[in-house]
């Protein structure tokens, strides 16, 4: 369809119309609702070949046309109806019909022509030639042999039978040799082939010529020909050679015959020229262009004989020559070449949709060589046998004035030359018709924000209709610069957004009438991939996780989906099939990655609209693969070049090579490492020991680690040589006195080079002027006897084997054997640092007195007694050692107030040598370590009493023990710290007064000398409301009157209980005053359960609020050894308060006392 924008003037961006016109047109399409002419919409190519190996053979024609076509056909001219013979198959509604191949081929061989037609025309089709071919075959003859002289030329003629081209034809002995061809002897395009002149080689009997015809599968043979080349024979006394020599003459044309010729060819054909000439020597031939040059796409073949020009144009015809020449002279020969064409349209007519009334102008022409000619018909007849009074020919032209319904048909023009002929159908409609919508009512369209969308609206209308668009019911037409009506009537919208949802109306209007049709339209969110894959690099084997998660509109909930593609394929998500890929959660899981998991992936979020993709590389690391092809090259006596070709690095640049040997004889199929080289060398020069039989293998290695070794090489065995080293790791001891052990690192086997392999061991005094002594041993260790203790020797090892010594050695030094040293330190001083630390020194021992190496100096020192007890009491040794010359150390952790003993020695590699004069020396007083024990022994209400044990190492004499307390009711507060200076170092108890009742107390104790107070130790209490059961327990316990009325209690208690189990067993019951006096009140008899508290080891720090810290050395759990600790046994003292009782089980509730007093009052 014509179609043309119109436009209102007075509104740019507003209303827009879109006007349909359909005559003029070449694409057009009438809707098959409307009558129409007939339209051949398929027919069988021009030519049709039954080749033989085909089941059947279609001639096609297919045509459409309201109302439906009915067909027709012509064979050569004459009416055929396929109906009529039962052995073709037809198909209903088509004039389609099928030959079957029964081998009957013949009687439909012919040119075919299909007409199409109905009541408002015909339309015929081109010509279809249906071609059945022969099989070819040579002709049964007997050809006598053909007798040639010795130089002279002949020709052997193929003369091949006709068949369906392209013929093939080769030259080849009957047992299918080719027959050779050069310059001499050559195939011309005929098929005959051609000898320059004629040699004794060319004799024999089976030169046979083979046709193929590839199209129809068939290879045919000629009979063979037999030649024969009589030589020249010995005359008249003339020599052989010159009997047998070959008369010389100049070129002939054998092919093409006389001067010139011409080539007639089609425009697109290959121009095939061709000179083949005789003679002696052989001629060469020239080619050239008479006026020009040759074309750029000429190309010379057959030794050149044969010009070739690929897809002849117009401006490669021309006068052409050939020149064939030798020594003696030339031929020639001139083509005049003329390339002709088939016909091609100028001008092609085209179906047209006009109104009524109008003017239809029609126009074929075409062009070709020779010129074709045109022929006009109406539905299939010529324009003569249906005239029409308003119908001109002018020239080229068809014009038809003022044109009526009744003038509607098809008009066929038909251009054709020699080389061919071309065919078209135009229909020409001639209607008035009101607008008809072809796209259905009521259509729904969905459309992305922010992208457009087409809504359509087809119309089919004569004449053309004008088309708008508007929205909502409303009588205006859509406008601004997001709306365009295209000439087909669609409406676009650019960049839509959710206003833009709504009904739309498209109507339609011409001459004729109107019509409208309503769409819907709606807007949508976007897809969106929020989270998309990123790219990986990943070890082979592990677990690869892409993620991807996208927001979509939410009406195509059970329509989205995500989808995920490799290589632009999607990857199946059927764990039956493909168990490696997991989705979860919008998590592409690939498991247990490998090399083919490599690659693009795409992960595709989609809806019925739209669709948005992320991509990401996937890269697979590895190790290199093992390398490949080693090679051994440069072989020499001591090295050899390795070469090879690295393997896939797999995404990860090799860094080197590790390169491996194997020998045979010592350690046959143990690999060792032999080199590194970087990895961007190929190969290495190999440094080898003499007699191995080495095989090499190549691993290579990268970020990831090393992979599979290569196949190894093959063996190369190093001839013998004498040692490349001497042993160099060398040991000289002395264990004994009077020997001098010597041990050495052997050679590996390896380093050996030869058989025979000895050590030569040479030693001399290095003080004396003497001669070498020397042994051969084959062991790596050897015992000089009989030296001076401690003397220096020097010592040298050299390698030898059956070729010879190694390099020259180098000579060691060493001494021989030590002895135990003679001699003590001198001059040994104590000076104390402190109450635990003391520093000494010592005069060191003369060299002539260690009698070895000097190990360093040892210090033993070990406790006489404590000051503070006269009796003396051996304690443990201890020791240290001081390496090297040193002559001062420090003794740690003495016990201060002590006194203490020490020697000191000195060692060597034999063992230590005698001790010093012993040194006695006493340490200062320290401060006392903290008390082991320290108790709570009685609460009361104001009142409780403390007792503790002496430290077990008071480190020096107890001058006072420090007793602080203070109030730690369960608040956050807490009472000013007391304290309590108890200046007699014997006392072991005391009684804190005046204390508040049914209050909790801390208590912290710690022992001083004149140093100054140890460690704290602490302890906690509550005090009493009233005196209780712990103060009578603690005060009356012991009484004789107390414990006989505890007997009395529990007898009667035991009384009771009795009396009360013959009353149940009898079914009796007591009275509830009897259980009240079986278990009296608690509080009655003064016992609350706020009388009790617990004891812990809480931190021994201050509590917040005190007035006073005790000590820095305070430390959590020093309560651990206070009394409270030690049971519920009574705790007994001696006269001087000392502590002598025994540790029992903890007990987690005692009994305390409130308790208000200050006063402080020894026990």
């Given at each position: ?66 109302p439906?076509p ?119 395009l ?21 046709a193929?015809?590839?199209?129809i ?8 020909m ?30 093409p ?55 002849a144009?117009?401006e ?31 001008f ?16 074929c022409?075409?062009?070709?060589t ?45 251009a ?35 992208k ?41 919208i650019y ?37 998309g894959?990123?790219e ?59 090399h ?45 070049k390795?070469?090879?070709?690295p ?62 070794y290569s ?19 060398i ?10 052990d ?33 042994h ?18 020097e010592?040298?090892?050299q390698?030898?084997?059956?070729q ?12 021989s ?25 010592w ?18 020192w ?17 020791a ?36 010093s ?21 009685d ?7 403390l ?92 009484q ?24 149940r ?10 259980k ?23 931190d ?44 029992a ?19």
């Open positions: 369809m014509d179609l043309q924008r119109i436009r209102n003037p007075g509104m740019w961006s507003g209303l827009v119309i879109c006007v349909c016109a359909l005559h003029m047109t070449s694409a057009f399409e009438i809707p098959l609702e409307v009558e129409q002419l007939p339209t051949i919409t398929a027919q069988s190519p021009s030519s049709l070949i039954a080749f033989p190996f085909d089941e059947s053979f279609s001639v096609t024609c297919e045509a459409k046309g309201n439906a009915e067909f027709a056909w012509t064979k050569n001219g004459q009416e055929f109806d396929p109906l009529q013979d039962p052995r073709l198959m037809k198909e209903e509604n088509s004039g389609t019909f099928v030959i079957p191949n029964n081998g009957n081929l013949t009687e439909y061989q012919g040119t075919y022509r299909c007409f199409a037609t109905n009541k408002l025309g015909t339309a015929i089709s081109t010509e279809i030639e249906f071609i059945v071919p022969h099989v070819p075959k040579f002709p049964k003859e007997t050809i006598e042999p053909l007798k040639v002289d010795e130089g002279q030329s002949f020709v052997l003629k193929c003369n091949p039978p006709k068949g369906i081209p392209p013929l093939q034809i080769y030259w080849m002995t009957i047992n299918l040799q080719h027959i050779e061809q050069d310059e001499r002897v050559s195939m011309g005929n098929g005959d082939l051609y000898f320059a002149h004629a040699e004794e080689k060319d004799s024999r009997r089976d030169y046979c010529c083979f193929a015809f590839p199209r599968r068939t290879i045919v043979q000629k009979t063979a037999s030649v024969i080349i009589q030589t020249n024979k010995a005359k008249n006394g003339m020599s052989p050679g010159a009997a047998n020599a070959i008369r010389e003459r100049r070129p002939t044309l054998l092919t015959p006389g001067v010139k010729s011409e080539i007639v060819l089609v425009k697109g054909e290959d121009l095939y020229l061709e000179c083949i000439a005789e003679g002696f020597p052989t001629p060469q031939v020239e080619w050239l262009k008479i006026g020009d040059e040759l074309p750029e796409k000429a190309a010379v073949e057959n030794h050149g004989k044969l010009l070739v020009v690929s897809r144009e117009q490669d015809s021309g006068r052409y020559m050939c020149k064939a020449k030798n020594g003696l002279g030339e031929a020639v020969h001139y083509f005049t070449v003329i390339v002709e064409e088939p016909p091609e349209w100028l092609e007519p085209e179906s047209q949709l006009s109104m009524v009334g109008s003017d239809v102008i029609l126009k022409s075409a062009s070709g020779p010129q074709p000619t045109v022929t006009w018909r109406v539905n299939g007849f010529p324009l003569n046998k249906s005239p029409m009074p308003n119908r001109r020919v002018l020239g080229d032209t068809i014009v038809l004035h003022n044109a009526k319904e009744s003038d509607s048909a098809v008009y066929q023009c038909e054709s030359n020699k080389h061919g002929s071309m065919l078209v159908n135009a229909n020409i409609m001639i209607m008035n018709l009101p607008p008809m919508i072809l796209t259905n009512e009521g259509e729904s369209y969905s459309a992305v924000e922010a457009g969308v087409i809504m359509h609206c087809n119309v089919f209308s004569s004449p053309p209709s004008s088309i708008t668009w508007s929205r909502d019911d409303s009588t205006e037409s859509v406008q601004g610069p997001r709306f365009t009506v295209h000439d087909n009537g669609s409406l676009e960049e839509t957004d959710k206003d833009d949802t709504g009904q739309y109306t498209c109507y339609a209007k011409n001459t004729e009438g109107s019509s409208a049709i309503d769409a819907m339209l709606y807007v949508k969110g976007p897809t969106k991939i929020i989270v894959p990123e990986q690099q990943i070890l082979i084997g592990t677990t690869s996780q892409l993620s991807c998660l996208a927001e979509y509109d939410k009406s195509f909930s059970d329509d989205f989906e995500i989808l995920w593609e490799k290589d632009d394929m999607e990857i199946g998500l059927n764990y039956t099939e493909n168990p490696r890929y997991l989705v979860e959660e919008g998590v592409l899981h690939i498991i247990n990655v490998s083919r998991d490599q690659g693009l992936y795409r992960c595709v979020a989609r809806t019925p609209l739209d669709r948005d993709t992320a991509s990401a590389w996937l890269t697979v690391l590895d190790v290199p693969d093992a390398p490949e092809s080693l090679v051994l090259s440069e072989h020499k006596s001591r090295s050899v390795l070469k090879w070709i393997g896939d690095e797999h995404n990860s640049s090799t860094t080197e090579f590790i390169i491996q040997f194997e020998e045979s004889q010592w350690e046959p199929g143990n690999w060792k490492e032999l080199l590194r080289v970087p990895g961007n060398l190929h190969s290495t020069l190999l440094k080898l020991h003499g007699h191995v039989d080495y095989r090499f293998r190549v691993a290579g290695v990268n970020a990831v680690g090393r992979g599979p196949e190894p090489t093959e063996r190369y065995k190093t001839e013998p040589a004498a040692p490349d080293r001497n042993p160099e790791t040991k000289i001891e002395g264990h004994l006195p009077h020997e001098m010597i041990n050495w690192e052997p050679l590996l086997p390896i380093e050996h080079n030869g058989p025979g392999l000895e050590y030569k061991v040479s030693y001399r005094r290095q003080d004396m002027e003497e001669d070498w002594h020397e051969m041993v084959k062991r790596h260790s050897f015992v000089v006897k009989s030296t001076p203790t401690f003397v220096p020797y010592i040298k090892i390698a030898k084997n059956h010879g010594w190694g390099p020259e050695p180098k000579i060691v030094t060493g001494y054997g030590e002895d135990f040293p003679s001699a003590a330190p001198d001059d040994v001083a104590v000076v104390l640092m402190n109450s635990s630390v003391a520093k000494v020194t005069a060191p021992v003369h060299k002539e007195k260690l009698h070895g190496h000097l190990g360093g100096y040892r210090i033993n070990w406790r006489l007694r404590s000051l503070v007890d006269s009796k003396k009491q051996h304690g443990d040794k201890h240290l050692n001081v390496p090297g010359d040193r002559t001062h150390a420090t003794l740690p952790s003495l016990t201060p107030y002590s006194e203490y003993s020490l020697i000191v020695m000195t060692f060597n590699g034999r063992g230590n040598g005698p001790g004069h012993p040194v006695n020396f006493r340490t200062p007083e320290g401060v006392p370590e903290k008390n082991p024990v320290f108790r709570v022994t609460v009361q209400k104001h009142s409780v009493s007792a503790w044990a002496p430290p077990l190492e008071p480190n020096g004499i107890l001058t006072k023990y420090l007793l602080e307390y203070q109030l730690i009711n369960d608040t956050e507060e807490v009472g000013p710290l007391q304290t309590v200076n108890i200046s007699n170092p014997d006392t072991t108890k005391w009684l804190l007064r005046d204390l508040e009742a049914v209050s909790k107390y801390k208590f912290y104790l710690r022992s001083c000398t004149v140093r100054g107070c140890g460690p704290v130790v602490s302890e906690e209490s509550t005090t009493t409301l009233e005196a209780s059961l712990a103060s009578i327990h603690g005060g009356i316990s012991t004789g009157w107390f414990i006989g009325l505890m007997c009395a209690i529990a007898l009667l208690t035991l009384i009771v209980l009795v009396a009360c189990f013959v009353n067993n009898r079914g009796g019951k007591y009275s509830v005053k009897e009240e006096d079986l278990h009296p009140d608690v509080e009655s008899q003064g016992m609350n359960d706020d009388t009790f508290c617990e004891y812990s080891d809480n021994e720090k201050p509590l917040k609020g005190s007035q006073h810290s005790l000590s820095g050395d305070m430390k959590a759990g020093d309560s651990g050894d206070s009394l409270v600790d030690y049971g519920d046994e009574d705790v007994q003292f001696n006269e001087d308060g000392s502590f002598i009782g025994e540790y089980g903890r007990k987690e509730k005692r009994v305390s006392a409130e308790v208000k007093s200050t006063a402080q009052t020894p026990a």
